[in-house]
């Protein structure tokens, strides 16, 4: 259960003002579909952090643990810092649906932005600290689900007073805790 509510809480807060969110509001002010919209976010979420979590599993089974540590630790401090700058869609990005629903058009999106993002890495260390991928995987799932599907029914309606600067602080923050409790053997405590 810890690995679960690790995994939610990590995430949701990681994804505040990530591109993943910048798209579920583009997708929500484009298409005004919210349930085609959020189940694509939820099935692309599972699909991709199911095969981070794989890949977390994997590098826990083939690499010492002394390395484990360190590479954990500095990988959450690292996303620690990646969570300070704000992501921006390009301009030139462009969401077409083309003969596609928005259902499929989501899933895609989705799937393809969430490929190295800092979620979906942090997904792969979590994975690689617990044993149980099934509360990884939901837990980072749910945490997407937390951040994503506000912003899919607020569209840009609640987005500028939101204080995406203070939340990311604060994932930050987390983060580098997380990244210094792991490096430090701490990491049972907080992990």
Known sequence: MEAFLVSTLAIAVGEIGDKTQLLALLLAAR????????????????????????LGQWVAAHVSADVLRWALGLS?????????????MEEGEAISNGRYGVFLVTCFTFFLAEIGDKTQLATVALA???SSIGWVVAGSTLGMMIADVPAVFL????????????VRIVAATIF????????????????
């Open 128 to 130: 690689a600290k617990y």
């Open 76 to 88: 959450f401090i690292a996303i620690a810092a990646w969570t300070l700058k704000p992501d921006e």
């Open 31 to 54: 298409y005004k579909k919210p349930l085609p919209i959020v189940l694509g976010i939820l099935v692309a979420t599972l699909a991709n952090h199911a095969l981070a979590a794989l």
């Open 176 to 191: 580098f805790v997380l990244g210094a409790a792991v490096l430090l053997g701490m990491g049972s405590q907080f992990l």
């Open 155 to 166: 569209g840009k309606i609640a987005s500028p007073n939101f204080p995406f600067k203070t």
